[in-house]
């Protein structure tokens, strides 16, 4: 298909692990080539032999506004000119911080951090130091990032107490975590009767967007809201990447429930590497310098990224603009339906704001990673490639989230819409 791809990543695997930075992008559970870019305008990319995609990756959800939007490339270049890091204060990093304050009010300080898996270590870190706890409670299919406490496999049952799931990921690091299934407050309920009151923090993904896109249903989130209230644990909300993105003030915002702490990512540096840890003063005020809970970093509130996480969190606060993609969004989903029942294919869709997912399955709902599991992985495979073949780029596993931006537009919407009637019919 794609030679120049095929030869850059020949290459590449001579010289990076697996030929890539970070595990997905090789295409493993979807088999071929990963497709090379080499430049994005709006909701477009286009790959190294010059076909375009409309893409519903971006990043992995970061470009929220799209690939090299006008006022984040201008907002980067002037910034750079007068210098790319200073180790000291600069006052970019207050006024990210006063923007995402004021889009999620449940965030009263603010911890800027290089990436949303820093976000979650640091999270856990300060939820035990704050209430002298070890045990961290997370659910099955949810990702927080690549820290060792948190790669952690559940097995069946809801009783699973903490088995490493990776190689190098001593035991007696991941013995305090504590796995339920998603979306069962009942296994929650009889782990905190268990372990209540040595449980630090609760984290989950209120739009699981790791195992596809799976909503929390609000009852479980309330019950969780609940149970940390009752047992003095913190309920962490890891909105690295629903935050900006289920709505404007995420997931949070969407349900109504304030976390104690939440984690940020992604589009918070709109394409630049920033994560970021907010949440309760009292709470936040335990890390280092004002608390014992120790947390630095050299690049931690860098200018480059506070200056493109800033552009990009303005721009999607103006007026309708997050609103209107949200529509677009649902126009997708509607069109894809349709066209899906027209070729025979059955699909169920998932929407929260601006994620969202499909899953080639006919049952009624998807809630749980076992839901997810049992889709037709082959069928996502065939259609994963039509769709790629046809100029339509999509995450390569049936275990990520869509993403759509600002600049997805009517000539996008026929372009996908067009794609996905050709591809249904050969599914
Ligand atoms: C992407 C992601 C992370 C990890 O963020 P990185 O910037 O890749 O380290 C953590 N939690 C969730 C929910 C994510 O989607």
């Not at 305090?176 to 407050?185: R, V, Y």
């Amino acid at each position: 298909m794609s030679n120049q791809s095929e030869r850059l990543f020949a290459e590449a695997q001579q010289h990076l692990v697996g030929g890539v930075n970070s595990a997905v992008r090789a295409f493993r559970s979807v088999g071929g080539t990963p497709v090379f870019m080499r430049r994005g305008s709006g909701a477009w990319i286009e790959d190294v032999d010059g076909k375009q995609y409309v893409d519903y990756v971006l990043s992995y959800g970061p470009l929220a506004i799209g690939h090299a939007h006008p006022k984040v490339v201008s907002a980067i270049a002037e910034t750079a000119a007068s210098g790319t890091s200073f180790g000291a204060p600069t006052e970019l990093e207050t006024e990210l911080a006063l923007r995402v304050k004021s889009l999620m009010p449940a965030i009263e300080r603010i911890r800027m951090v290089n990436s949303g898996t820093e976000a979650c270590m640091s999270a856990v870190r300060l939820a035990r130091g704050y209430t002298g706890r070890d045990r961290i409670l997370k659910f099955r299919g949810n990702y927080h990032g690549h820290v060792d406490a948190l790669l952690v496999e559940a097995g069946s049952g809801v009783l699973t107490l903490g088995i490493p799931g990776s190689p190098g990921v001593p035991a007696s690091v991941t013995e305090t975590t504590l796995t339920a299934p998603f979306n069962d407050i009942e296994g929650v309920k009889a782990l905190f009767a268990e372990y209540g009151d040595s449980i630090a923090a609760v984290l989950v993904e209120p739009v699981a967007g790791n195992m596809n896109c799976v909503p929390a249903r609000p009852d479980f989130l309330a019950g969780l809201r609940a149970l940390c209230d009752e047992s003095g644990a913190l309920l962490v909300f890891d909105e690295v990447m629903s935050g900006f993105r289920a709505a404007l003030g995420g997931a949070q915002a969407h349900y109504g429930i304030h976390p104690d702490l939440t984690c940020l990512g992604k589009v918070i540096g709109g394409g630049l590497p920033v994560g970021a840890l907010g949440g309760r003063a009292e709470v936040m005020e335990y890390l280092a310098p004002s608390g014992p809970v120790y947390q630095a970093g050299t690049l931690s509130g860098n200018p480059l990224a506070m200056a493109s996480g800033l552009a990009t969190l303005n721009e999607l606060a103006k007026p309708d603009v997050h609103a209107n993609a949200e529509a677009w969004t649902a126009r997708l989903l509607a069109g894809m339906q349709e066209r899906a029942r027209a070729a025979g294919v059955p699909l169920l869709t998932h929407q929260v704001g601006t994620m969202f997912g499909v899953f080639f399955t006919d049952a009624e709902r998807v809630e749980r990673f076992e839901d997810v599991a049992e889709c037709d992985a082959e069928r996502f495979v065939r259609f994963f490639h039509g769709m790629l073949e046809a100029g339509v780029y999509l995450a390569p596993s049936a275990f990520e989230a869509g993403f759509v931006s600002t600049a997805h537009d009517d000539v996008a919407l026929s372009h996908t819409l067009d794609a996905a009637e050709r591809v249904f019919a050969d599914l």
